[in-house]
């Protein structure tokens, strides 16, 4: 996507405390002041994508990649092995070098059992509603942005996705 990576290029020449132009194809930027200091230097950069090229985009450009799966109808392993392998392709060999992301839109936790704590949630999740109008209930529960079930096996899921897929933020 030729406009995120002009924002990119962008970004990436902020510096703290100097004033900051920037001449692209799709925007200008005229003296912009580098404040507030960030606390954390090199800020680091995190981009989100739910489509092949922006995850590949992501993959080459950012430190943090956030893996968007809100549109995703499918198992976790499913949607997030698909995801991952255009963020493989677009980092290469600093792909062990990120940090990957990805939301949560519920976490249902009032029954052992995940279909029946999704069950037992949605009544006061009105985005996770949303959701489920677009999928069954079964599909919802096994989704990549559901954690479901008691906190043991939210915990477990939690580790599972740490270690199989390297997610740490949520």
Known sequence: NEIADQDIKA???LKPGETFSFAGRHFQITDMPGDPHPLQRPLPLM??????????????????VNLLTLQDVG?????????LRHVRAGAGARFAALEL??????????HADP????????PQ???????AARMP?????ASAFVLAGDSA??????QERRERWGLSYY
């Not at 999740?125 to 959701?131: E, G, I, K």
């Not at 096996?153 to 939690?158: C, K, V």
């Open 137 to 141: 209930l079964e599909t919802l529960a």
């Open 101 to 110: 992301a990805t939301p949560i839109a519920l976490v249902a936790g009032a």
């Open 11 to 13: 970004f990436l020449r």
């Open 75 to 83: 198992a976790t392993s499913q949607v997030l092995e698909e995801k």
């Open 47 to 64: 981009l989100g994508g739910a489509r092949p090229r922006m995850l590949a985009l992501a993959g080459r450009c950012a430190d943090i």
């Open 125 to 131: 999740a009105p985005f996770a509603r949303h959701l």
């Open 115 to 122: 279909l029946e704590a999704v069950r037992r949630a949605l």
């Open 153 to 158: 096996r939210i915990l477990a899921e939690l």
